[in-house]
């Protein structure tokens, strides 16, 4: 079994890998993983981009195999404010999890499921829609699946990590 923090820093790790500056700064996304840290920047005083600027690649490993993954603004692996774009294929399913900071989502596009709880329950789940919004407190346990192509909008305060209720839902333990 893998302990907590061991989890929590593998997670700053890769997501800290997959960070990469755009050419123009403003942007960030994760475009490879094995991008340095170094080329991490602090982010411009402001953050802007077409869907065309979006440079996704694959979710950190901490996530289930299939997501795609995009870096908006600043940098999840350090303590400091951060926006990522999440684009889930329909059926996608994150078991559940906690954060040690508060998460704020908005829905996109797509249909976003998402349920409270330390056990995945289907029949709890809330549908969220284009524009709407939830606010998760930091360690509250939640869950979530995407009917369609669901694309999430996650900020936060860093450095970002995800802790599995079932330790054997780590992607990673399987």
Not at 118 to 130: C, N
Not at 138 to 160: D, M, S
Request: charged fraction near 15%.
């Amino acid at each position: 079994m893998r302990s907590t923090n061991f989890v929590l820093i593998a997670a700053a790790i890769v997501i800290a890998a997959c960070s990469k500056a755009s050419a123009n700064d403003d942007v960030r996304s994760a475009t490879s993983p094995t991008a340095p840290v170094a080329d991490a920047q602090a982010p411009a005083a402001h953050a802007s981009a077409s869907e065309g600027d979006i440079h996704w690649g694959p979710a950190p490993a901490v996530f289930p195999p299939g997501a795609e993954f995009a870096v908006m603004q600043g940098d999840p692996s350090k303590a400091e404010p951060f926006t990522v774009r999440l684009r889930f294929p329909n059926g996608y399913k994150i078991p559940p999890h906690t954060h040690p900071t508060a998460e704020n989502v908005t829905v996109l596009s797509g249909t976003f499921l998402a349920g409270m709880g330390a056990q995945f329950d289907e029949s709890t789940l809330k549908a969220m829609g284009r524009d709407d919004f939830a606010s998760i407190p930091a360690g509250h346990a939640h869950y979530a699946k995407a009917r369609g192509l669901t694309v999430v909008q996650v900020h936060a305060i860093g450095p970002f990590a995800l802790t599995y209720v079932n330790p054997a839902d780590t992607p990673a333990a399987r």
